[in-house]
T-cell receptor, first 114, second 117 residues
Framework: KAGVTQTPRYLIKTRGQQVTLSCSPI?????VSWYQQTPGQGLQFLFE???????NKGNFPGRFSGRQFSNSRSEMNVSTLELGDSALYLC?????????????FGEGSWLTVV | GENVEQHPSTLSVQEGDSAVIKCTYSDSASNYFPWYKQELGKRPQLIID?????GEKKDQRIAVTLNKTAKHFSLHITETQPEDSAVYFC????????????????FGTGTQLKVEL
């Protein structure tokens, strides 16, 4: 069974640009969450999608957005990039959210903003 | 919202010794507590988890204990090996469709474990 797949793995963007990251969850999983990991702030929750609906949202500005498609694949977008957005963006997938669900992470997308 | 504190931030042990990492959480509704191991440049990998209806769980050299009353949980690694060297993160979550909890994980700040030969 394939794991959580994220693309692209590495990318460099310029301040002011926007970026779209993609995540394919484990087959059968309907919940996709996104996290930002930085040395200073650690692992922070961005948002979660379940059945194409945003179910939870973290404390990030509106420049950070996401969506989920009918096949459970998800994308996140960051607009008007800032230097501080440089981070590892991790996608996690899980079955549903009922008690008993394990959450698995993808390898992440390394974003550098210059 | 939920807040998770993790200690220590760094831990150095001799090979074969035990290592203990402790976390406390603030939201008494949290019911799922996973531990992740992250090696440099790699994704967090789940190593063990515990749910609020259980007080202890073991998997070979790894164990986790949960004290719901005190709102803290701990990771215990016995007979440490050099390959255990990594950053370990604890996390807490409220799971359950009825509560609308979903799969939001609140992470601790991580513990850099170094196992020395």
């Amino acid at each position: 069974k394939a794991g959580v797949t994220q693309t692209p793995r590495y990318l460099i963007k310029t301040r002011g640009q926007q970026v779209t990251l993609s995540c394919s969850p484990i087959s059968g999983h309907r919940s996709v969450s996104w996290y930002q990991q930085t040395p200073g702030q650690g692992l922070q929750f961005l948002f979660e999608y379940f059945s194409e609906t945003q179910r939870n949202k973290g404390n990030f500005p509106g420049r950070f957005s996401g969506r989920q498609f009918s096949n459970s694949r998800s994308e996140m977008n960051v607009s008007t990039l800032e230097l501080g957005d440089s981070a590892l963006y991790l996608c996690a997938s899980s079955s549903s959210g009922e008690s008993g669900n394990t959450i698995y992470f993808g390898e992440g997308s390394w974003l550098t903003v210059v | 919202g939920e807040n998770v504190e993790q200690h220590p931030s760094t831990l150095s042990v001799q090979e074969g010794d035990s290592a203990v990492i402790k976390c406390t959480y603030s939201d008494s509704a949290s019911n799922y507590f996973p531990w992740y191991k992250q090696e440099l440049g790699k994704r967090p990998q789940l190593i063990i988890d515990i749910r609020s209806n259980v007080g202890e769980k073991k998997d070979q050299r790894i164990a986790v204990t949960l004290n719901k009353t005190a709102k803290h949980f701990s990771l215990h690694i016995t007979e440490t090996q050099p390959e255990d060297s990594a950053v370990y993160f604890c996390a807490a979550s409220i799971q359950g469709l009825l509560t609308g909890g979903g799969n939001k994980l609140t992470f601790g700040t991580g513990t850099q474990l170094k196992v020395e030969l």
